[in-house]
């Protein structure tokens, strides 16, 4: 048994609902299993590699400090 708040009761019945879940701990898995992918342990996505990779072969000036930069 646990308490939660109304919001997360009828956050988790739209995850139920949605994915056609018997119950509501199975709503609770399948949320802290997306958790988990997306905030626990981010791989890198295939767009962000593709970004840096891009940004790598930029160009680039050097600068001594970051005032002159803005000046």
Same mark, same amino acid.
């Given at each position: 048994?646990? @308490?939660?708040? +109304?919001?997360? @009761? ?22 802290a299993?997306?958790? +988990? ?27 001594? @400090? ?6």
């Open positions: 048994m646990i @308490n939660i708040s +109304e919001h997360a @009761n009828r956050i988790l019945s739209v995850v139920k609902a949605k994915y056609g879940l018997r119950d509501k701990s199975q709503a609770i898995e399948r949320v299993t997306e958790y +988990e992918e997306e905030i626990l342990e981010p791989g890198l996505k295939p767009a962000f590699v593709k970004s840096v990779l891009k940004a790598e072969k930029g160009k680039f000036k050097r600068v001594r @400090n970051i005032d002159d930069l803005f000046k």
